[in-house]
């Protein structure tokens, strides 16, 4: 897909892709990727961590909380692993959270896994490539503006009660 | 002899277990009523709401405000007690997470309606009767409070000052932090008023906790007899002693039933539910997908359990009704 198609506005919105990629595999090859001068979709925010097995959920929910449409994280190969075990731990995490957050209602495309080892840079560019794509069609999912539009209903109350007048309650 | 510092107890959206926790102070009780004077408890003594708006903004020290907020009604109450009280607790799990009735949030208002209204096994409603916010009856004009989308956190509705965790909170913490904003040095804005330690560590089955864990399945209370000595974990139960506040001297544990996780995270933790996820998914035995998936299928309802006490203090505060 040509780079002008990927980063075509909808609406003036650009999915934002918050992606966790491990040191020794995944950001060598997002590195990888751009030595080699690979053009992929400039959407996703890469942040790298020592081990896939780094990931704290809470960093998945948080990123969604705070403004991202999607999150990626990338590790090791099975059996790969700098650390011998963090992907294994990467991925039973990744299985259940996915599991909680199709519960929580957030579209099970938002969130994704990949094994992407330090010589794969091509991978890079299809997953970020594919991701994008897949989350351009989702939509936003605009978590900020939800909390926000969720507290509305909060507001004539308020309003009244700094007016200084007896709240009805109907 | 210099006037008593005024306290106010009222509740939200509770089952009165905190009430009861206040009353449980016992013979302490007498202590504290004579070291303060209560201006407003509603469940115990009978001033009105005209008698807190009497009282000066700022005039009450401590307001200790129990249950999570989901009616218009406990949004003013809160208000009014915010504004004429210099400190304002959060009292329990509801106000402090959003507590069981916080479970609402994995539903939509209309579900809830009709289920309670209309689809219940011990509802006989054939005319779909729904509370209305206004009813006229016999020339005069009932109003009810607004019944709000979602079930919210004490601090998602006014500033908080202190929590006081727990389901409920244990007496002598409430007779500690009492003591705490009545005669000490108070603690910084927006501290947990407990121990910042994790609930195993006083939890008698400590010792028998292993190092590694590695699970093939995972067991319901009811579904095994739980060795009394040994740490569930270890039984494949799932407990949330990991990623739970101590203070409650490990009361469930110690009654053979999990940790549910009342007292919520330790400061160093912003989502408890995310955190005993980590704990407990990481230590599967399987490493392929497909050993995960059926080794987990044994959780049945994640969000409920790991978010149990939670869900409206929880990062993404509620169930996404809409198609994203």
């Known amino acids: 897909m040509a780079l002008a198609a990927l980063t075509k506005e909808t609406n003036g919105w650009e999915p934002r892709i918050v992606a966790f990629f491990c040191n020794w595999c995944t950001y060598t090859a997002a590195d990888l990727a751009g030595v080699s001068r690979l053009r992929h979709a400039p959407n ?6 020592m081990c896939s097995g780094r990931l704290d959920p809470q960093f998945v929910l948080e990123a969604f909380a705070r403004g991202a449409d999607g999150v990626l994280v990338g590790g090791c190969h099975p059996g790969d692993c700098h650390y011998m075990e963090g992907n294994y731990k990467a991925l039973r995490r990744v299985r259940l959270l996915q599991r909680m957050m199709k519960d929580m209602g957030i579209h099970e495309g938002r969130f994704r896994l990949e094994w992407i080892s330090a010589s794969e840079g091509e991978k890079v ?46 | ?68 907020v989901r009616t218009s009604e406990q949004e003013e ?26 479970l609402a949030n994995q539903f939509d208002r209309e579900q809830v ?68 904003l009545l005669t000490g040095t108070p603690p910084a804005k927006g501290t947990v008023l407990g121990p910042d330690i994790a609930m195993c560590e006083e939890c008698p089955r400590k010792e028998t906790k292993p190092a590694d864990l590695a ?6 209370p009811h579904e095994i007899m739980a060795d009394p000595e040994k740490c569930l974990l270890a039984q494949g139960v799932v407990c949330m002693g990991p990623a739970t506040r101590g203070g409650c001297g490990a009361q469930c544990v110690t009654g053979n039933m999990p940790c549910g996780g009342c007292f919520g995270p330790t400061s160093n933790v ?28 044994s959780i049945p309802d994640p969000v409920g359990t790991f978010y149990r006490y939670g869900l409206p203090g929880s990062l993404l505060r509620r169930k996404i009704a809409d198609h994203n």
């Open chain 2, 1 to 68: 002899m210099p006037e008593k510092p005024k306290v106010a107890f009222y509740w939200c959206a509770s089952c009165g277990g905190c009430e009861e926790s206040i009353v449980d102070l016992a013979e302490d009780i007498l202590g504290v009523v004579g070291a303060v004077e209560i201006v407003f408890w509603p469940v115990a003594m009978d001033f009105k709401k005209a008698d807190v708006e009497a009282i000066p903004d700022g005039g009450i020290l401590v307001s200790m405000i129990n249950g999570a």
């Open chain 1, 44 to 49: 996703a925010r890469i942040i790298r961590v």
């Open chain 2, 77 to 102: 109450m809160a208000k009014l007690l915010r504004r004429k009280s210099a400190l304002v607790v959060a009292y329990g799990s509801c106000a402090h997470m959003g507590g069981i009735p916080g």
């Open chain 2, 215 to 220: 699970y093939t399945t995972f067991h319901r």
């Open chain 1, 125 to 170: 560019k299809a997953t970020i490539n594919d991701m994008v794509a897949r989350v351009r069609e989702l939509g936003p999912l605009g978590m900020p503006e939800r909390f926000a539009r969720w507290d509305e209903e909060m507001e004539s109350l308020a309003r009244t009660i700094a007016r200084g007048e007896e709240a009805v309650h109907a």
């Open chain 2, 113 to 180: 309606l009709r289920y309670v209204y209309e689809e219940s096994p011990s509802t006989k409603n054939d005319a779909h009767a729904r509370p209305g916010p206004v009813t006229a009856d016999e020339g005069r004009t009932v109003t009810l409070p607004e019944f709000r989308s979602m079930v919210r956190t004490l601090d998602q509705v006014i500033p908080v000052d202190y929590y006081l965790p727990g389901c409920p909170p244990v007496p002598k913490m409430l007779k500690a932090a009492l003591g705490t």
């Open chain 2, 270 to 297: 912003r989502d408890q539910g995310a955190k005993i996820l980590s704990a407990i998914s990481s230590s599967l035995a399987a490493k392929d997908e497909g050993g995960i998936d059926a080794t987990l299928a």
